[in-house]
T-cell receptor
Framework: KQEVTQIPAALSVPEGENLVLNCSFTDSAIYNLQWFRQDPGKGLTSLLLIQSSQREQTSGRLNASLDKSSGRSTLYIAASQPGDSATYLCAVSVTGNQFYFGTGTSLTVIP | GAVVSQHPSWVICKSGTSVKIECRSL??????MFWYRQFPKQSLMLMAT?????????EQGVEKDKFLINHASLTLSTLTVTSAHPEDSSFYIC????????????FGSGTRLTVV
């Protein structure tokens, strides 16, 4: 069974700082990996999706990398802003449908 | 982009009653929808896969008689928590795949269920 771990569980940084969120998974036979953002009491917003054949994806200030062989992904956020404060979830899909989620990293960006 | 509407956003019910949660794909047809739940400080866990016109597929440990799933049309799936108990209190969220996209999964906004 696929297990997804995210480190750190919580992170607090001053505004403007660059930061890295980590995700690891136990089974390297994945279909894709996706990073989501979850705001309190709300649903999920997809940030980046990396197919198993890809190494990284970029969207604005966000960059996600994937090292399938080592079972790791990182989400890099550049020049953090208070509006980035949220919980970030990493999810791995094995079949292309079902997602296995990590427990998330709660990010607080201090103005 | 694809939108999935989930209602209600939150609900409080008495122990022993049933609660229905709706998940609608607003601008696309979804032959398959997924139901997840999230307990406090835990990750989202898949409960069941809802298939239009057929029976849902439940994950191990999820009681199919307690969590009734109906996917009667290509745009609507419902999850009914029957005879709810306080331990069913959780955050429930649905997801649907937009067939027009290569890998487009859209999540609903979630339902916070509290059973008192």
């Amino acid at each position: 069974k696929q297990e997804v771990t995210q480190i750190p569980a919580a992170l607090s940084v001053p505004e403007g700082e660059n930061l890295v969120l980590n995700c690891s998974f136990t089974d390297s036979a994945i279909y894709n990996l996706q990073w989501f953002r979850q705001d309190p009491g709300k649903g999920l917003t997809s940030l980046l999706l990396i197919q198993s054949s890809q190494r990284e994806q970029t969207s604005g200030r966000l960059n996600a990398s994937l090292d399938k062989s080592s079972g790791r992904s990182t989400l890099y956020i550049a020049a953090s802003q208070p509006g980035d404060s949220a919980t970030y979830l990493c999810a791995v899909s094995v079949t292309g449908n079902q997602f296995y989620f990590g427990t998330g990293t709660s990010l607080t960006v201090i103005p | 982009g694809a939108v999935v509407s989930q209602h209600p956003s939150w609900v409080i019910c008495k122990s022993g009653t049933s609660v229905k949660i709706e998940c609608r794909s607003l601008d696309f047809q979804a032959t398959t929808m997924f139901w997840y739940r999230q307990f406090p400080k835990q990750s989202l866990m898949l409960m069941a896969t809802s298939n239009e016109g057929s029976k849902a597929t439940y994950e191990q440990g999820v009681e199919k008689d307690k969590f009734l799933i109906n996917h009667a049309s290509l745009t609507l799936s419902t999850l009914t928590v029957t005879s709810a108990h306080p331990e069913d209190s959780s955050f429930y969220i649905c997801s649907a795949r937009d067939q027009r996209a290569i890998y487009g999964y859209t999540f609903g906004s979630g339902t916070r269920l509290t059973v008192v």
